[in-house]
């Protein structure tokens, strides 16, 4: 028995026209909204307050950022302003001393690996910052 597979299903079907469903319901928001403050206030009040809803309207219906739609910028907008966020500062030093480099180069720890205490504390703290990352939707910069 074979079946027939959908194609094409990101795009959505064009229901007013040349307009999504989505699309017109935006223009439509924003038209309205910007015809009751027409009807409602002054007309430098009205193209004050509804010439931006009226606008937003327009950019969610059409504008798109890097091929994704309006509307998930201002999410992901509302995402980063309102979520909690995780700094991390790597500290790098600087070129070492020739003494410092001097005695670096004789030490025998060197050439051990490092399987000590502090390794492990600092195993598990990486461990539980990547949980809390994965957890809380937060990226961590690739370096």
């Known amino acids: 028995m074979q079946f027939q597979v959908p194609q094409f299903i990101e795009v959505e079907d064009k229901i007013f026209g040349p307009l999504t469903a989505?699309?017109?319901?935006?223009?439509?928001?924003?038209?309205?909204?910007?015809?009751?403050?027409?009807?409602?206030?002054?007309?430098?009040?009205?193209?004050?307050i509804g010439g931006p809803v009226a606008g937003l309207g327009v950019a969610l219906a059409f504008y798109k950022v890097n091929d994704r739609p309006f509307i998930q910028v201002i999410e992901a907008?509302?995402?980063?302003?309102?979520?909690?966020?995780?700094?991390?500062?790597?500290?790098?030093?600087?070129?070492?001393?020739?003494?410092?480099?001097?005695?670096?180069?004789?030490?025998?720890?060197?050439?051990?690996?490092?399987?000590?205490?502090?390794?492990?504390?600092?195993l598990a703290w990486s461990l539980d910052v990547q949980e809390k990352t994965q957890r809380e939707g937060i990226e961590l910069p690739r370096i």
């Not at 206030?41 to 009205?46: G, I, N, Q, Y």
């Not at 907008?77 to 070129?95: D, P, R, V």
């Open 22 to 48: 989505t699309q017109f319901i935006y223009l439509v928001g924003g038209g309205g909204f910007a015809v009751a403050m027409w009807l409602l206030l002054p007309l430098w009040a009205a193209v004050l």
């Open 77 to 122: 907008a509302f995402q980063y302003i309102l979520k909690s966020k995780l700094y991390i500062w790597e500290h790098k030093n600087a070129e070492p001393s020739p003494e410092q480099a001097a005695e670096r180069d004789n030490d025998p720890a060197k050439f051990v690996p490092a399987a000590t205490g502090d390794r492990l504390k600092d």
